[in-house]
């Protein structure tokens, strides 16, 4: 079966400062990943995918997140935290048809002035 | 239109009412999904259609939920008998195709209140 986990329920940064956002896959097969950020009172918006191409994919608004199978994650990032960064953000693996989708709980990031 | 709408956006009734939720997913997006999402929780997959398929409803929690895609564009989603613990968002999402991990497009939800 597959899951992802988020290894942390909140992160807080200061503005200007790098952003880690953690997360974990099982997937018995190469996975699609995502991660996506949900502003309040918005839905949800990709940020990036991994789909077996290049391991290092690079996203909207300067986040960028890297596949490692050897540890089975799928971490993102970014050099510099801005205000309109904070959010909650989430990573989703797919099935192996692509068609079912597996969230994770959720980090929500507070970006402190 | 230009994204996945829903209606409405915030829905407050009474435990044992019943609720419909509404979904228009992005034209011509033949995957449309159910999410729900809990205070704290991450989403919780209900159902998902796919064209012409019988859609998988391995993720609807109980009978007293069901849902309807019309012509394979609007859905609905249908709670009967509400219980407290039905209140979350509750989040649609199409995708252009089936299969491919495509991405999917989310709504902005309807924040469903029980009393």
């Known amino acids: 079966a597959q899951s992802v986990t988020q290894l942390d329920s909140h992160v807080s940064v200061s503005e200007g400062t790098p952003v880690l956002l953690r997360c974990n896959y099982s997937s018995s097969y190469s996975p699609s990943l995502f991660w996506y950020v949900q502003h309040p009172n918005k839905g949800l918006q990709l940020l990036l995918k991994?789909?077996?191409?290049?391991?290092l994919v690079k996203g909207i608004n300067g986040f960028e997140a890297e596949f490692k199978k050897s540890e089975t994650s799928f971490h993102l990032t970014k050099p510099s935290a801005h205000m309109s960064d904070a959010a909650e953000y989430f990573c989703?693996?797919?099935?192996?048809?692509?068609?079912?989708?597996?969230f994770g709980t959720g980090t929500s990031l507070t970006v402190i002035p | 239109g230009a994204g996945v709408s829903q209606s409405p956006s915030n829905k407050v009734t009474e435990k044992g009412k019943d609720v419909e939720l509404r979904c228009d997913p992005i034209?011509?997006?033949?995957?449309l999904y159910w999410y729900r999402q809990s205070l704290g929780q991450g989403l919780e997959f209900l159902i998902y259609?796919?064209?012409?398929?019988?859609?998988?409803k391995s993720g609807l929690p109980s009978d007293r939920f069901s849902a309807e895609r019309t012509g394979g564009s609007v859905s609905t989603l249908t709670i009967q008998r509400t219980q407290q613990e039905d209140s979350a968002v509750y989040l649609c999402a199409s995708k252009e195709r089936g299969g491919l991990a495509d991405t999917q497009y989310f709504g902005p939800g309807t924040r469903l209140t029980v009393l």
């Open positions: 034209s011509g997006h033949t995957a």
């Open positions: 259609f796919q064209g012409n398929s019988a859609p998988d």
């Open positions: 991994y789909t077996s191409a290049a391991t």
């Open positions: 989703v693996v797919s099935d192996i048809t692509g068609n079912q989708f597996y």
